[in-house]
């Protein structure tokens, strides 16, 4: 007889109750949640749609009647029935100089009681100015519900051990993953530590804990690879790279499998308002968590982009009443996809551009992702580390950290990778550093553009 996994279990909270659980409290309402989640993603297009909009007429009705910023810009609309979509695109974009000028507008004098306790957080501000903003219990039981979703979609195994690689934090461990988990099912162990030490003493550290699964920012990640590829440090139990917060260089998950085998899994979230879209399994584009938040992708005059297109994202929150972000522009570009053959009615985001200053602007006015044939760069010089920040239209100017002096011949042969990849015959210099910090909550940012909109 094969032996039970008592991890694949729910946690029963009743004594000498195993199974079939009877989970008690959160994990009654996680699993709860579950449950409707399971459903609502296979609900017809426009059934989940009417579900949104639904829930959106009651947020806006709050908004109204508690926020003064939302008092004076809905003045106008009708809410005595249900919000339209053609009334709901017409409202004009919250912006992020709008949480900031305003953030005292923007909270609710009349949280529901039953949301919970209200929490103040704060954006990591690597664009220099970060936003403030607030939310309840009942927002951070939704972030974890997509959270338990993810590690349902993707199969993972609850017994396995955890490694976390993330922003400036303390080293440390837990018998646990995390509230998302550990409060329904039982798992095995978590591991963090900080993205400010060496990628070799994160591969010394991997090495002696691991792991089953590691989580990091990719950026992190590419770095990890690269230095256990270069010298054939492998994870034999590692099963799947997660990672988070940057957008996904282009060659970076046939690196991750090159170095070790394993398949890499992104999501897409923010501070402001948590998850936002999670990979789809067996496919690399991302189905947007409809049931928490409505996410529309618009082109420059302002329409929804079609399946090819490219947009800014703007965001709502469906459940956060104490500080509604309605049609909030978060400042990221992303791709709209076509429905997606899993069966999930999830609307898709093929890729995820990242933000506004991470776009490289053109002469001509055009905006796109910018490539640099990174992958490349070992083969011509020894290049440990870089950067490519953007000066102006025409400028580029190149940060590198190097093992030795680069002769002419090579810093020629990137400069000329870099602008056959850029597609514009940029002025590009090089400039050398010891070192290129990271931002406060631990990204790098390979690239960054300093010209204004």
């Known amino acids: 007889m094969q032996p039970l996994a008592h991890e694949a279990l729910p946690v029963s909270s009743l004594d000498g109750i195993l199974w079939p659980a009877l989970p008690g409290g959160e994990g009654a309402r996680m699993l709860a949640l579950q449950f409707q989640l399971a459903q609502s993603e296979r609900w017809p297009a426009q059934m989940l749609r009417a579900a949104q909009f639904a829930q959106l007429t009651l947020l806006l009705r709050h908004a109204r009647a508690s926020v003064p910023f939302y008092r004076e810009r809905l003045a ?4 005595s029935g249900p919000l339209t979509p053609e009334a709901f695109s017409a409202l004009p974009l919250l912006r992020r100089q709008d949480l900031q000028d305003r953030f005292a507008d923007l909270c609710s004098t009349a949280v529901p009681p039953d949301h919970g306790q209200v929490h103040e957080g704060q954006t990591s501000g690597s664009t220099g100015r ?12 939704y972030w974890r ?12 195994d609850f017994s396995g051990k955890l490694a ?3 922003g400036r934090v303390k080293s440390g461990e837990s018998p646990g993953w995390g509230p998302s988990t550990d409060t329904a099912f039982r798992t095995g162990p978590s591991v963090t530590r900080g993205v400010d030490c060496t990628v070799a003493e994160q591969a010394q550290w991997l090495a002696r804990e691991k792991p089953q699964y590691l989580l990091t920012l990719p950026a992190n990640a590419g770095a990890l690879a690269n230095h256990c590829a270069a010298r054939g440090i492998r994870f034999p139990g590692l099963r799947e790279l997660r990672t988070y917060g940057e957008s996904l260089p282009p060659d970076l998950r046939s690196q ?3 170095a070790w085998g394993v398949p890499l899994t992104d999501l897409y979230s923010c501070s402001e308002l948590g998850y936002l879209a999670l990979q789809c399994p067996g496919r690399e584009h991302y189905h947007v968590q409809a049931e928490g938040v409505y996410l529309e992708l618009l082109d420059a005059e302002g329409n929804h982009c079609a399946p090819g297109e490219s947009g800014r994202v703007v965001v709502t929150s469906l459940h956060n ?12 570009y992303a791709e709209a996809g076509e429905d997606c053959s899993c069966g999930r009615s999830l609307p898709v985001i093929r890729r995820i551009l990242g933000r506004v200053r991470n776009m490289l602007r053109l002469p001509g006015g055009g905006l796109r992702s910018p490539r ?5 760069f070992a083969a011509i010089a020894p290049v440990r580390q870089f950067q490519v920040v953007q000066r102006s239209l025409e400028d580029i100017e190149v940060l590198l950290v190097v093992a030795r002096a680069l002769t002419a011949a090579e810093e020629s042969a990137l400069r000329e990778l870099i602008l056959r990849n850029l597609g514009h015959p940029f002025s590009v210099r090089f400039s050398y550093r010891d070192d290129i910090p990271r931002t406060a909550s631990g990204k790098y940012e390979e690239f960054r553009s300093e010209v204004s909109a």
């Open 76 to 79: 106008g609309l009708d809410l």
């Open 130 to 141: 970060p936003v403030r903003f607030r939310a309840t219990e009942l927002n951070g039981l």
């Open 145 to 156: 519900s997509f959270t338990l979703r993810d590690h349902l979609w993707h199969h993972r």
């Open 164 to 166: 976390v690689v993330r």
């Open 256 to 258: 991750v499998m090159s």
């Open 321 to 332: 009443f104490a500080m509604p972000l309605i049609r909030y522009d978060l400042g990221d």
């Open 372 to 376: 640099f044939g990174e992958a490349q």
